[in-house]
Nanobody
């Protein structure tokens, strides 16, 4: 069942950049808070970034602040994550999610809709 679809993952060297995108085929999520989470092997799923429907409020995990930027286009119904200065520690499967929160959310349990994930691998 298609909910959200991530794209843009791949293999990149440390210090490089990637831009992830999340789309919602056949459904409008323009009024929803949207977020990005990631999960590495042997680790818990962790919050990365979130943005409210209007884009007026954003939140970032301390580990990515200053390097990653979340943005959304409510006309195209997409949300992007620009990742710069990538580190080996950023290697993980990245998931996008959506929820009608009316605020930013940093816990996975708060989100109702999820994508299948896209692999990001950062090499030395």
């Amino acid at each position: 069942q298609v909910q959200l679809v991530e794209s843009g993952g791949g293999l990149v060297q440390a210090g490089g950049s990637l831009r992830l995108s999340c789309a919602a085929p056949g459904r409008t999520f323009s009024s929803y808070t949207k977020g990005w989470f990631r999960q590495a092997p042997g680790r818990e799923r962790e919050f990365v970034a979130a943005i409210t429907w209007s884009g007026s409020s954003t939140s970032y995990a301390g580990s990515v602040k200053g390097r990653f930027t979340i943005s959304r286009d409510n006309v195209k119904n997409t949300v992007d994550l620009q990742m710069n200065s990538l580190k080996i520690e950023d290697t993980a499967v990245y998931y996008c999610a959506a929820a009608a929160l009316g605020r930013v959310g940093t816990r996975a349990i708060e989100y109702d809709y999820w994508g299948q994930g896209t692999q990001v691998t950062v090499s030395s």
